[in-house]
């Protein structure tokens, strides 16, 4: 599987982004799309997923009420609408997907396949 992700950009506090990660390859294996995201001198942090069977989202309390996950199985792509934003947002965001398949945990790790970044700055 193989991933693509665009739509990073920079912006001011308050306005909104919309990221894409594309996926290509063997997508019949996915099961779980997640975003993560890093920022400067920090570690990676997990964002929000998606699970292509039912559409179920997980967000992590940073982000809730102000990300918005949605998928496209037509075209095998996932969108982050992020609304909001805060400096805080800063940081490279990386897609990824989970191929597992698990149970009521499903949105956390492994993932198993990521794509290669990209950079969302957010001025105050």
């Known amino acids: 599987v193989q991933l693509q992700a665009s739509g990073g950009g920079l912006v001011q506090a308050g306005g909104s982004l919309r990221l894409s990660c594309a996926a290509s390859?063997?997508?019949?294996?996915?099961?779980?799309m997640g975003w993560f995201r890093q920022a400067p001198g920090k570690e990676r942090e997990f964002v929000v997923a998606f699970k292509w069977t039912g559409g179920s989202t997980y967000h992590a309390d940073s982000v809730k009420g102000r990300f918005t996950i949605s998928g496209d199985n037509a075209k095998n792509t996932v969108y982050l609408q992020m609304n909001s934003l805060k400096p805080e947002d800063t940081g490279v965001y990386y897609c990824a997907v989970k191929t597992g398949r698990s149970g009521v945990f499903w949105y956390r790790g492994p993932y198993d396949y990521w794509g290669q970044g990209t950079l969302v700055t957010v001025s105050s």
């Open positions: 390859g063997s997508t019949f294996s996915t099961y779980v």
